[in-house]
Nanobody
Framework: QVQLVESGGGLVQAGGSLRLSCAASGAISNINTMGWYSQGPGKQRELVAAITSGGSTNYADSVKGRFTISRDNAKNTVYLQMNSLKPEDTAVYYC?????????????????WGQGTQVTVSS
């Protein structure tokens, strides 16, 4: 069974830092793009940052210069280093990955979500 397991959320004061991790496990052949999305109270889920298997990154304008996404392909893990946090960064953060899976002699791709981790930034 494929899983994306997030960790690292919590409560932090404005100006502080957190590091989120998301580890993929299961019958995974390869992982293409991995990303982090946020969903604040009463808001739609939106992209925060993404990274391709080759290391190319893109960020939401609101986090550029503050957040850094990285990945360890050997560990099937993606990270989000969040610095200079603001109260408006408060949200549930979800990991997302484009997975190449292998089953019954066939390869197929599947987009998968983690369960989410809460980040709360106090003013």
């Amino acid at each position: 069974q494929v899983q994306l397991v997030e960790s690292g959320g919590g409560l932090v004061q404005a100006g502080g830092s957190l590091r989120l991790s998301c580890a993929a496990s299961g019958a995974i052949s390869n992982i293409n793009t991995m990303g982090w999305y946020s969903q604040g109270p009463g808001k739609q889920r939106e992209l925060v940052a993404a990274i391709t298997s080759g290391g190319s990154t893109n960020y939401a304008d609101s986090v550029k210069g503050r957040f850094t996404i990285s990945r360890d392909n050997a560990k099937n893990t993606v990270y989000l280093q969040m610095n200079s946090l603001k109260p408006e960064d408060t949200a549930v953060y979800y990991c997302n990955a484009d997975l190449q899976l292998y089953s019954g002699g066939y390869y197929y791709t599947k987009n998968h979500w983690g369960q989410g981790t809460q980040v709360t930034v106090s003013s």
